[in-house]
Nanobody, 112 residues
Framework: QVQLVESGGGLVQPGGSLRLSCVAS????????MAWYRQAPGKEREFVAS????????LYADSVKGRFIVSRDSARNTMYLQMNNLKPDDTAVYYC?????WGRGTQVSVSS
C-alpha cells in the first residue's frame, strides 16, 4: 500500500505560479511512472502530466504544454508540478497518481 499526499495548492491570480508536491509513503523506484491529474467542477478527471521515475522522461497534456513542468526527487520519494502562467481554466483539484494509488488532491484556484 502506498499513500500519496499532495500539497502546494491555493488561490492565485491569472498569470501567477504555484508549485505542487506529491510525497509517497515509500520508495517508488520499482514503479515505472507517476502522474498528475486534475478535475474541475462538473468535469471528468483529466491527465495533466507524467514522469518516468527512471530517466525522467516527461509527457504533458496539450493544454499545459509550455507552462507546466513535472519533475521528481527520487531521494525524497517526491514528484513536483511547477505551474506557470496559470489561467482560470486551470482551476481544479489536482491529484497525484501512481498506478492504482491516488492522493486526496489539492485545490488550485485561479481567479482575479
Amino acid at each position: 500500500q502506498v499513500q500519496l499526499v499532495e500539497s502546494g495548492g491555493g488561490l492565485v491570480q491569472p498569470g501567477g505560479s504555484l508549485r505542487l508536491s506529491c510525497v509517497a509513503s515509500q520508495s517508488v523506484d520499482r514503479y515505472l511512472e507517476m502522474a498528475w491529474y486534475r478535475q474541475a467542477p462538473g468535469k471528468e478527471r483529466e491527465f495533466v502530466a507524467s514522469i518516468y521515475w527512471t530517466g525522467g522522461s516527461t509527457l504533458y497534456a496539450d493544454s499545459v504544454k509550455g507552462r507546466f513542468i513535472v519533475s521528481r526527487d527520487s531521494a525524497r520519494n517526491t514528484m513536483y508540478l511547477q505551474m506557470n502562467n496559470l489561467k482560470p481554466d486551470d482551476t481544479a483539484v489536482y491529484y497525484c497518481n501512481l498506478y492504482q494509488y491516488w492522493g486526496r488532491g489539492t485545490q488550485v484556484s485561479v481567479s482575479s
